[in-house]
């Protein structure tokens, strides 16, 4: 019997839940991954969470058939940014 294989956006839900730990919570809603950032520094430290995210998606993910776009955000949800990650060529 063949184990079933996570759809993608799943796998990438639970390694970035894994990656940022107490940082952060991290949820995939209407099939929208969503990263919420919590405590201090998060305008700081966006390029580092930006890195961190797409490192994440590299190791896991090489080989994309759809491009992934993940939402980041604050806890207060003041600031909030969509990054999309091509799929592969």
Known sequence: ????ELPIKENITRLL???FGDAGMVSCPDNQVTVTITGEGFRQNFGNILQQIHRVIDECCPERKEN???LIRDEAGSFQNLMKIWKSA
């Open 1 to 4: 019997m063949a184990i079933k």
């Open 17 to 19: 839940a894994i990656e």
């Open 68 to 70: 992934i776009f993940i």
